[in-house]
T-cell receptor, first 112, second 111 residues
Framework: EAQVTQNPRYLITVTGKKLTVTCSQN?????MSWYRQDPGLGLRQIYY???????DKGDVPEGYKVSRKEKRNFPLILESPSPNQTSLYFC???????????FGSGTRLTVV | ELKVEQNPLFLSMQEGKNYTIYCNYS?????LYWYRQDPGKSLESLFV?????AVKQEGRLMASLDTKARLSTLHITAAVHDLSATYFC???????????FGEGTQLTVNP
């Protein structure tokens, strides 16, 4: 089944403890992207990648890192999480054809 | 900076009625998306609109794009309860993959 898989689905962590949210797609898509969704603010793009080793900042990149060493994986790294990074995170991917992005199931992160 | 505005943000309607959600954006774009999100769920792709005058329909939903007016509409025909969800438009900048979402329209269809 074609899908975008994020892990974990839920995560509670403490301020300053490094964490990684994984994202993997099995559709051979070139484009991948991370978003955060917050009440009243909608979805905001954190980082995106147009292909392997090509990444760029979205609207809210501060406090996040990404890497794209392989086409299928696009992990989101929080080196020193803070409470304002408590949010619902989505990974998404898209191929070059004219279809919409496929979204993962989401990761609900709480930083205390 | 690309801005995307949806209205209304909240919409309560009765079954059987028609309504339109509007999505305005501020700069040129080569691609506009509509998504649906159910509470606690991920986003489901509804439509991809690629060119001026594009119109797509699926069931009771029809989306259109006017690139000159920088406006897309999502029209709901004869609403049913199953359409209750939050609907987002998202605009992709011409230069690449940067995608900007509207705030979302929370639709409630009452019996």
């Amino acid at each position: 089944e074609a899908q975008v898989t994020q892990n974990p689905r839920y995560l509670i962590t403490v301020t300053g403890k490094k964490l990684t949210v994984t994202c993997s797609q099995n559709m051979n898509h070139e484009y991948m992207s991370w978003y955060r969704q917050d009440p009243g603010l909608g979805l905001r793009q954190i980082y995106y990648s147009m292909n392997v080793e090509v990444t760029d900042k979205g609207d809210v990149p501060e406090g996040y890192k990404v890497s794209r060493k392989e086409k299928r994986n696009f992990p989101l790294i929080l080196e020193s999480p803070s409470p304002n990074q408590t949010s619902l995170y989505f990974c998404a991917s898209r191929g070059r054809a004219n279809y919409g992005y496929t979204f993962g199931s989401g990761t609900r992160l709480t930083v205390v | 900076e690309l801005k995307v505005e949806q209205n209304p943000l909240f919409l309560s309607m009765q079954e059987g009625k028609n309504y339109t959600i509007y999505c305005n954006y501020s700069t040129t774009s080569d691609r506009l998306y509509w998504y649906r999100q159910d509470p606690g769920k991920s986003l489901e792709s509804l439509f991809v609109l690629l060119s001026n005058g594009a119109v797509k329909q699926e069931g009771r939903l029809m989306a259109s794009l006017d690139t000159k007016a920088r406006l897309s509409t999502l029209h709901i025909t004869a609403a049913v309860h199953d359409l209750s969800a939050t609907y987002f438009c998202a605009v992709q900048e011409t230069s690449g993959s940067r995608l900007t979402f509207g705030e979302g329209t929370q639709l409630t269809v009452n019996p």
